[in-house]
């Protein structure tokens, strides 16, 4: 509370300062200007860099935004939230390893690198080789944070609610519940090694991804190892071959209607970086499996119905899967269900007709967002969908934005069809 104290009151100290400014030169100030400013942008990424846990959370959620909300400029300086908290300092990190491995346990590594590759909002990723020459990844949780994320929710929590963002008849006492469950569920690595396993061996024989297996001697509460993989981040494809781009994004798109629909398990978290990529087999490299959650057969039922409703132009079919997923509030009068509906076909003609997406060039995001701005300063729409499809709506939209990170060019069309045939199965995380 008394850093995002500070913090807020730094931002408006700066903004009052640039609004005077602009009228003492005659100049009428814009808000946006004035709040969303490059230096703002630093002081919001240093500081939740250091309170990491749930703070940085949400500040990871800010960083994948690709210039469509925030100023592009803006949104490149939130990308070091992505991997980059502050490290834990190396008598802390002995002190964390002793407990759960014991003392002595550098006997067991043939090498160990103290310095972390990546800093992220719970733990901190170490490369190390064993005695036995397997190279190894291992995330080292900082201390503290399994502790703490009751009460980092609960800031959050107050911190909206004092800002006036929010409206104070919206209830979200269930959404920040499901924020501190999910959160905890994210901080215990054995539960995130048994959902790691898993992907493993769902994408096995998929070549256009690779997931490391966990190594069990070292798993603990606590730390995580896993296969090291060489690769590079996700978004240093912005710089390769259109081809490549567009056939990266097309199996990211496929993954998600594959946890959806086929394997009823789906890793919730669309941080980029979870995603990475091997130059040399040009496989997607899948990381992070905290967030993993199990999809019960009735939810993937009710958003195949979504889906194919969508595709049949079947306004009545698609509106009663929407309220069985939580979209629609049962109370809602014809003409708000009306205005739902049209925001989700201006959705579904991306994907109705045999075309070529244009992530990057495509209005459909903007046109969303500004329609949801819209409506949102109507009370009656006040509405808060159930948490599982929260989290699909989540992934979903995450995956876009990296789509349009990557400026690619799909055929939706194409593979949301291969996905039209009813027959979900859940597996159980």
């Known amino acids: 509370m ?3 104290g500070g913090l807020s009151a730094g931002i408006g100290a700066r903004a009052l300062g640039g609004a005077i400014t602009e009228l003492a030169s005659g100049r009428k100030p814009n808000p946006a200007d004035l709040f969303f400013t490059p230096t703002n942008a630093r002081r919001v990424a240093d500081t939740l860099a250091k309170m990491r846990g749930a703070a940085l959370k949400v500040g990871q959620m800010m960083s994948m935004d690709a210039g469509d909300v925030l100023p592009r400029e803006i949104a490149a300086i939130l990308d070091r939230l992505r991997d980059d908290a502050d490290p834990m300092p190396p008598k802390q ?13 550098l006997k067991h590594f043939a090498r160990f690198d103290v310095r972390p590759m990546a800093a992220a909002s719970i733990g901190q990723v170490h490369r190390a080789r064993t005695k036995t020459g397997r190279d190894l990844a291992i ?16 800031a959050v929590a107050r911190i909206i609610q004092m800002s006036g963002a929010l409206p104070k008849e919206l209830d979200l006492s269930s959404v920040f519940r499901d924020a501190k469950a999910q959160l905890h569920d994210e901080a215990d690595y054995l539960r995130e090694a048994r959902a790691m396993t898993m992907f493993a061996d769902l994408l096995e024989h998929d070549p256009s991804f690779t997931v490391p297996r966990p190594d069990a001697a070292f798993c603990t509460d ?28 097309g199996h990211l798109i496929t993954l998600v209607l594959r946890e ?5 398990l789906m ?19 899948l990381l992070d ?10 939810v993937q039922t009710a958003f195949h119905d979504l889906m194919t409703a969508g595709f049949a132009y079947d306004d009545d079919a698609a509106a009663r899967a929407a309220e069985t997923l939580g979209l629609f509030d049962p109370a809602w009068p014809d003409a708000h269900r009306a205005i739902m509906m049209e925001m989700f076909n201006l959705g579904m003609d991306a994907v109705r007709l045999d075309n070529i997406f244009d992530f990057d060039r495509n209005p459909l995001f903007t046109q969303l967002r500004d329609r949801g701005l819209e ?23 995450g995956t876009y934005l990296l789509a349009a990170r990557l400026r690619a060019k799909v055929n939706l069309n194409t593979i949301v069809q291969q996905f039209s045939e009813p027959g979900p199965k859940a597996l159980s995380a």
């Open 2 to 4: 008394v850093r995002i």
């Open 93 to 105: 990190l002995r002190d964390v390893l002793d407990r759960a491995w014991g003392k002595g346990w």
């Open 139 to 154: 995330k080292v949780q900082y201390p503290g944070i399994r502790s703490a994320i009751d009460s980092d929710v609960d």
């Open 222 to 249: 606590d730390v995580l190892a896993m296969d090291y993989i060489h690769s590079r981040s996700i978004t240093d494809l912005v710089e390769a071959s259109q081809e490549e781009r567009d056939q990266v994004a």
């Open 260 to 264: 959806l629909f086929d394997f009823g």
């Open 267 to 285: 890793q919730t978290d669309p941080n980029f970086a979870n995603y990475r990529f091997d130059p040399e087999t040009g496989q997607i490299v």
């Open 289 to 298: 499996f905290g967030a993993t959650r199990t999809l019960e057969p009735p």
């Open 375 to 397: 409506i949102g300063t109507e009370r009656d729409f006040w509405h808060v969908p159930a948490t599982e499809t929260l989290l699909v709506q989540r992934k979903v939209a």
